[in-house]
């Protein structure tokens, strides 16, 4: 069982910039396939971006890209998510997935492609 933890949400102004963070506790993190996810309060949760577990591919929600770049740190266990150029349309809960049995250089866009989830991290950014 792994556990994720997010961190790094808060309340900013459009046009601001956050980095998400998210620890897992697991000394393999190197073998997991890395995504994230956010959610409006009544609405579906949808795609951000993910990392292949090698790395080497990467993907992002149409919308996003240019303004959010994923990143990992294997040493320090974390997968970041860097956000620049905050909308207020960008505010939700951010999740970060991770599943270790995804291919080396697939990138999982669907949340069914991932088995473990974190709790969630509140992105409000105001006008």
């Known amino acids: 069982q792994v556990q994720l933890a997010e961190s790094g949400g808060g309340l900013v102004q459009a046009g601001a910039s956050l980095r998400l963070s998210c620890a897992a506790s697991?000394?393999?993190?190197?073998?997991?396939?890395m995504g994230w996810f956010r959610q409006v309060l009544g609405k579906e949760r949808e795609f951000v971006a993910a990392?292949?577990?090698?790395?080497?591919?990467?993907d992002y929600a149409e919308s996003l890209k240019g303004r959010f770049t994923i990143s990992r740190d294997n040493a320090k266990n974390t997968v970041f998510l860097q956000m620049n150029s905050l909308k207020p349309e960008d505010t939700a809960v951010y999740y970060c997935?991770?599943?270790?049995?995804?291919?080396?250089?697939?990138?999982?866009?669907?949340?069914?492609?991932?088995?473990?989830w974190g709790q969630g991290t509140q992105v409000t950014v105001s006008s």
């Open positions: 997935a991770a599943d270790p049995g995804l291919g080396n250089s697939y990138v999982g866009t669907r949340e069914s492609d991932y088995v473990y």
């Open positions: 697991t000394s393999t993190f190197y073998n997991y396939a």
């Open positions: 990392m292949s577990r090698n790395g080497g591919n990467i």
